[in-house]
């Protein structure tokens, strides 16, 4: 009979078989089938790809020798009869198991997901098993770089900030809570509005956001606002994100605190003015005077104290010989040196009772210091005609007399209290001391006696006295300059912290 019009030619089995081939040679999975015995009988070519195995007839128990499998997270090898396709050859259905397998060809391993599941025939029997699997190795990679990105974003110490292109939050990490106050809950949905802080203007914002809308980054530091009220400072980049089309679809703000940096900045820029404050008077020379060879110097460390020390004509003849130390450091003891300097000339102008003069100035001080500010001063009237002087001293170190052989002849003590401690405060002063030729007079501040070397000891009086002693026929200019010197060989390599301030007076011969 002749075959009907459109009626499918039979088609023998072999070729049915060599289709099936073809077909399971064109997935992208990798396909294996073994027969009851363990022995691969049809490995596609995407097994091959993947896994390296290129042999029908191989038996498993041979690849397991080659090829070590093992779970995620594992370091020891599945066993062979525990892989896929034993278990499917043993009548279990496996379903998605993922794998690490590691192979001569492949030492960094193949990760893949695979399925297992027996084969029967018509009537039950087990004929074999079939596994399908999938290489998941990039996929693997790229959720390892995302879990990796997502870390580094969740434990910056940067705030980042993810909104849409209106600007609504989508995303904070922790470092922005931390920083701002406000949690995530608080923040999502919202603007970065709520950290306006006020001191920007509207055309500062209007600048920025048409920066970030036309496709540039913005880079700034910005005042922003917490929720508590405080004012920080914020080093902040925003990069405008875009879709495969180009189109912004999103704005990553990275946010660097930087207050405590602004605050060093700040407090730099105090100490260079508190510095070139205290250095238009540390040029101070001393009037010439027959009779006597006068010198004063101030050697600054890198941190501002308030040392201080002036000459000044006095009424009736007299010189003024002012030495002192304003507590602290910083523009606040700078500027108080200038006051008290300016209280000094003002009322040493009215009068040569040192007395009067220390009372008025503590009573000006007291209405204008901090709490637990003061200043030691060392005030000492010298009569150059009379060849004599007298001297007040509010809490400073105490000033010496060498006799003409080095020696200490007298210890000018302090007499009273430091000035700006208590108000309406008296002070006196000495009798009247006589000065002989080859004398010398000696005032010093604790940045001299209170210079340590590593050992924690310090210089101390003593070794400045017998520095002074050995060098009495030099200049009073050159004992400044050389006891300086002394007192950092002293140091050894310590830093200086404080400055070093000595008056010195010779009486000639």
């Not at 009247?432 to 030729?437: A, G, K, T």
Request: glycine letters at 8%.
């Amino acid at each position: 009979m002749a075959q009907a019009f459109g009626e499918p030619s039979p088609v023998p089995a072999l070729a049915e078989i060599e289709i099936l081939k073809s077909i399971l040679n064109l997935l992208a999975d990798g396909v294996l089938v073994a027969n009851q015995d363990g022995r691969f009988m049809f490995i596609n070519r995407a097994a091959h790809s993947i896994l390296g195995i290129a042999s029908q007839g191989l038996s498993m128990s041979e690849w397991s020798e080659t090829y070590e499998c093992y779970p995620p997270g594992g370091v020891t090898r599945i066993p062979p009869h525990d892989l896929p396709l034993a278990r499917a050859l043993s009548g279990e259905s496996v379903e998605e198991m993922e794998l690490l397998i590691r192979s001569p060809a492949q030492p960094d391993g193949v990760w893949i997901i695979a399925k297992a599941s027996p084969l029967r025939n018509e009537a039950g029997a087990l004929r074999g098993a079939v596994m399908v699997f999938r290489d998941v190795s990039t996929k693997r990679e790229d959720e390892e770089r995302i879990r990796t990105f997502a870390n580094a974003v969740e434990q910056t110490a940067d705030s980042i900030v993810i909104t849409d292109r209106n600007g609504l939050i989508h995303y904070v990490n922790p470092a922005f809570e931390q920083t701002t106050g406000y949690s995530r809950e608080e923040s999502i949905g919202r603007t970065p509005a709520i950290l306006k802080s006020g001191v920007h203007d509207a055309a500062f914002y209007r600048d920025m956001w048409a920066t970030i809308v036309s496709g540039k980054a913005f880079r700034g530091t910005i005042a922003n606002k917490k929720k508590n009220g405080e004012i920080y400072f914020a080093e902040q980049t925003i990069t405008p994100i875009r879709d495969a089309a180009g189109k912004i679809t999103q704005f990553v703000a990275v946010t660097k605190d930087v207050t405590e940096q602004r605050k060093l900045q700040e407090r730099e820029y105090q100490m260079k003015l508190a510095r070139a404050i205290q250095q238009q008077f540390y040029r101070i020379s001393a009037p010439p005077v027959e009779g006597f060879d006068i010198a004063g110097r101030t050697f600054p460390a890198d941190e501002t104290g308030g040392d201080y020390f002036d000459f000044m004509p006095l009424p009736d003849g007299c010189i003024g010989i002012f030495i002192g130390d304003v507590s602290g450091h910083g523009i606040s003891s700078a500027l108080l040196m200038v006051e008290l300097r300016s209280y000094l000339r003002a009322f040493s102008t009215e009068s040569l009772d040192i007395s009067k003069i220390l009372r008025l100035v503590n009573s000006a001080l007291v209405r204008d210091l901090e709490h637990a500010s003061f200043a030691t001063l060392f005030l000492c009237r010298l009569h150059p005609p009379s060849r004599s002087m007298m001297y007040a001293s509010a809490g400073h170190v105490p000033g010496y007399i060498l006799g003409a052989d080095g020696a200490v002849k007298q210890v000018l003590q302090s007499i009273d209290i430091p000035l700006g401690v208590i108000p309406e405060q008296t002070f006196g002063c000495s009798a009247e001391i006589r000065l002989e030729p080859g004398e010398i007079l000696v005032l010093l501040t604790d940045g001299i006696t209170d210079t340590e070397r590593p050992d924690e000891t310090q210089f101390g009086a003593g070794r400045a006295l017998e520095f002074i002693r050995e060098h009495r026929q030099d200049s009073a200019q050159h004992i400044m300059r050389g006891l300086f010197e002394a007192v950092r060989d002293f140091a050894d390599g310590l830093p200086q912290r404080d400055d070093i301030t000595a008056v010195i007076c010779k009486i000639n011969r």
